[in-house]
């Protein structure tokens, strides 16, 4: 099975240059509001600003920097989305797109010191941002785990979310960790909260970063030792859940009367290959 798109992000980060001065060939790339700037099929390489800029990392030989919010754009950029970009840019592109997009989230809602208030300013190649008192903010990364639910059968749990039932996306179920929560139990929380379904056997698939605005996807199996066990749909965000057979799903999908996830995410890597029944 194909990987995700955005699980083979990944792009040399750089950390024997982090702290010295931009070498020379060193450019920027921009990211906001979700998107990122790109010209003609790659990404748009832009000049430095010197002052607000991020070092990201090093792509061919080059240094590459996430510039600031209202870096004007030369003519012939334009902004993409994520999925937009993912039809253009190879696997190190996207990463470093990504890596710029959660950068520029992180920075555009962190204005202000959340001990004091005082104004922040970015320091150490733009990832710590401090205020006059000295108090140091990092990124953060929320945790969210995706799972893959069969039950004895071997049937796969689907469900419509809210927020997809006007375009009938059918996705497996996924959900934010709690402070203090391992991720294992998340999993076994989100199942019954959502749907009131008890699980066991769980295994890691895999991460994907998303960072909108800051989130990272865990992908895990999980199994019912039931075969069709009764869903009871408990959560306000669901509008329905559902047992699939690989044919109930294949007809469903033919029939109009469903869609998946879109390609390259994770949620759709996971279904896939439960469909080509693999592991
Ligand atoms: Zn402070």
């Not at 979700?34 to 607000?52: D, F, I, K, S, T």
């Not at 922040?120 to 140091?136: S, T």
């Not at 997809?164 to 959900?175: C, D, P, Q």
């Not at 959502?194 to 698939?205: G, R």
């Amino acid at each position: 099975m194909r990987p995700a798109l955005l699980m083979q992000a990944e792009h040399d980060r750089g950390a024997h240059a982090r702290g010295l001065a931009p070498a020379a060939g060193a450019y920027g790339v921009y990211a906001a509001n979700g998107e990122v700037a790109l010209r003609g099929n790659g990404l748009a390489r832009l000049p430095l600003q010197g002052v607000g800029d991020a070092f990201l990392g090093v792509l061919e030989e080059s240094e590459v920097y996430a510039l600031p919010q209202g870096t004007p754009l030369p003519a012939g950029s334009r902004l993409l989305s994520v999925r937009e970009c993912a039809a253009y840019l190879p696997p190190q592109e996207m990463s470093l797109a990504l890596a710029a997009i959660g950068l520029a989230n992180w920075r555009a809602s962190h204005r202000f010191c959340p001990r004091c208030g005082g104004a922040l300013a970015p320091q150490r190649d733009g990832w710590v941002l401090v205020c006059a008192d000295g108090h140091e903010n990092f990124p953060r990364t929320d945790a969210a785990v995706i799972m893959a639910v069969t039950d004895a059968a071997d049937n796969l749990l689907l469900a419509n979310n809210l927020r997809h039932r006007e375009n009938r996306m059918w996705s497996i179920l996924a959900g934010f960790l709690e402070p203090g929560e391992t991720l294992e139990a998340a999993v076994r929380r989100e199942c019954q909260e959502e749907v009131a379904v008890a699980v066991t056997n769980l295994s890691y698939v895999g991460s994907q970063p998303w960072p909108f605005p800051a989130s990272l996807m865990v992908g895990f199996r999980a199994r019912s030792t039931q075969v069709r066990p009764k869903l009871s749909v408990q959560s306000d965000e669901l509008v329905a859940a559902c047992w699939f057979d690989r044919a109930q799903l294949s007809e469903a999908l033919l029939a109009g009367e469903l869609q998946l996830p879109s390609e390259g995410s994770i949620a759709r890597m996971m279904i896939d290959t439960w469909r080509a029944g693999e592991e």
